[in-house]
């Protein structure tokens, strides 16, 4: 038998027996816990480090789709002086003008901006900016084209964003189609319709046939428009020939980075009686 004096010393030694038990059952479950959460802590970062690069996979690809569209975008601009600028036959300010363009090109796709701007003061309100869009299709060697055209003029009083309809806006849009034969482009054939701020919807038509003299070509041409119309300056109701001409131009290089084109003109117009002899030289 254990004596009385004993049974406190033996209590304290189980306790402490189990106390350090459960602090060895704490620390493994502790130690299991962390395992685990160590474990889905990795397994996200798996996860996350997969998505991150199928990401990443997708990005370049976009950054590589759009590599290849702007590759395959043509950036065209220049300028060309002229003697007079005659639209059509109807002369525009009565002097010289310098006009600027610029445009990109798409496949047939083609979006651009061109303007005329007289160096004569007293002509300004002629100033010219026109935005167009077109697309051209090949088929067989023949050019099919549809061109829309917004014609705006800075200085006739009326602001850009100005797009009243019947006259009273800034913007006047034209829509057009043109074809060219496959034999070297030979017969050329245009038309162009006022769709939007002309109430008189004015139409115009031209064809054109070209050849070459000394491998310099010369391109005739006749046009006219439908009455009444003030876009064209026919106050008849008739179609009246407004646009009987020939052009030459040619290419001359003048060094080997710059090529500048060089034209001339011969222009009648019946309606008002005059005739226009025009020289052209652009970049």
Not at 72 to 89: I, T
Not at 114 to 120: D, F, I, M, R, V
Not at 153 to 166: M, S
Request: glycine fraction near 8%; hydrophobic fraction near 35%.
């Amino acid at each position: 038998m254990f004596k009385s004096a004993n049974v406190p010393k033996l209590r304290i030694t189980v306790l402490l027996l189990l106390y350090i038990i459960s602090t060895d059952n704490s620390k493994a479950q502790n130690k299991e816990q962390d395992s685990a959460s160590k474990n889905i802590i990795s397994s996200q970062l798996y996860t996350n480090k997969i998505l991150l690069n199928k990401d990443s996979e997708e990005a370049k690809q976009v950054n590589e789709d759009d590599k290849k569209v702007f590759n395959n975008v043509d950036l065209q601009f220049g300028a060309e002086f002229v003697s007079r600028y005659v639209w059509r036959g109807i002369d525009i300010g009565d002097t010289p003008n310098i006009q600027p363009t610029i445009s990109f090109i798409y496949g047939g796709l083609e979006l651009g901006m061109w303007a005329s701007y007289p160096l004569s003061v007293l002509s300004s309100s002629n100033n010219e900016q026109d935005l167009f869009l077109s697309y051209t299709y090949d088929a067989d060697g023949s050019n099919y084209s549809v061109i829309l055209t917004d014609y705006y003029f800075p200085n006739a009083g009326l602001k850009f964003q100005n797009w009243d309809g019947n006259g009273n806006g800034a913007h006047t849009v034209e829509i057009a189609a043109s074809y060219s034969s496959p034999i070297d482009n030979s017969v050329n054939l245009f038309a162009a319709y006022n769709i939007y701020n002309d109430t008189d919807n004015s139409f115009y038509l031209e064809a054109g046939y070209s050849v070459s003299l000394r491998n310099i070509p010369i391109n005739f041409s006749v046009g006219g428009a439908k009455g009444k119309s003030s876009w064209h300056g026919i106050n008849t109701k008739r179609f009246e020939l407004t646009n009987l001409g020939v052009k030459t131009s040619k290419e001359v290089q003048v060094s080997k980075n710059l090529l500048i084109s060089v034209s001339a003109s011969y222009i009648i117009n019946f309606y008002v009686g005059k005739s226009y002899l025009v020289f052209g030289i652009g970049i």
